[in-house]
T-cell receptor, first 112, second 112 residues
Framework: ETGVTQSPTHLIKTRGQQVTLRCSSQ?????VSWYQQALGQGPQFIFQ???????GRGNFPPRFSGLQFPNYSSELNVNALELDDSALYLC???????????FGPGTRLTVL | GIQVEQSPPDLILQEGANSTLRCNFS?????LQWFHQNPWGQLINLFY???GTKQNGRLSATTVATERYSLLYISSSQTTDSGVYFC??????????????FGKGTHLIIQP
């Protein structure tokens, strides 16, 4: 059984650019959540997708958006990148809402 | 929102020692997970334990939901146990998302 995968592993962008990060959920999982982890901090919840619909988000501005596809894979899009967006972005999938979440290896984004 | 406090923030032990990590949370939860984050950033699931006690090899965990705390026990520590340990919680009440709220982590160093 394949676990959660994310791509790319590393990414460097400049301020003002846009970025798309990708996540493939674990087989049989229909719920995907995205988290941002700044250096030295715990991960912070960005938003969650359930059956292709966003069903809740944390304290992140609208320039953070996403999609979930029919195969339950997901994208995180960030527009108008800021220096503070530099972080490790983690994707997690779960079999249903309110279940154990399983994390991918993350994408490390650097904004210059 | 729910607040999560982990203690101690840092812990340095000799190989073979035992340790107890604590997680306090401010409100009722129906999801509590313990993770170990390796040096590459991967969050490894240790326990899904909204209540009760579980054991897995040298690791065990106990959550007392009524008193709003959880404990992670590591016995006979090995150098490979080094890393950051996170506690994360959520409360799903039938609508919206169940994004996890993380503590700041306990940074554990096991010296040979």
């Amino acid at each position: 059984e394949t676990g959660v995968t994310q791509s790319p592993t590393h990414l460097i962008k400049t301020r003002g650019q846009q970025v798309t990060l990708r996540c493939s959920s674990q087989s049989g999982h229909n719920t995907v959540s995205w988290y941002q982890q700044a250096l030295g901090q715990g991960p912070q919840f960005i938003f969650q997708y359930y059956r292709e619909e966003e069903n809740g988000r944390g304290n992140f501005p609208p320039r953070f958006s996403g999609l979930q596809f029919p195969n339950y894979s997901s994208e995180l899009n960030v527009n108008a990148l800021e220096l503070d967006d530099s972080a490790l972005y983690l994707c997690a999938s779960s079999p249903q809402i309110a279940n154990e979440q399983f994390f991918g290896p993350g994408t490390r984004l650097t904004v210059l | 929102g729910i607040q999560v406090e982990q203690s101690p923030p840092d812990l340095i032990l000799q190989e073979g020692a035992n340790s107890t990590l604590r997680c306090n949370f401010s409100d009722s939860v129906n999801n509590l997970q313990w993770f170990h984050q390796n040096p590459w950033g991967q969050l490894i699931n240790l326990f899904y334990i909204p209540s009760g006690t579980k054991q897995n090899g040298r690791l065990s965990a106990t959550t007392v939901a009524t008193e709003r705390y959880s404990l992670l026990y590591i016995s006979s520590s090995q150098t490979t146990d080094s890393g950051v340990y996170f506690c994360a919680v959520s409360m799903y009440s039938g609508g919206g998302a169940d994004g996890l709220t993380f503590g700041k982590g306990t940074h554990l160093i096991i010296q040979p």
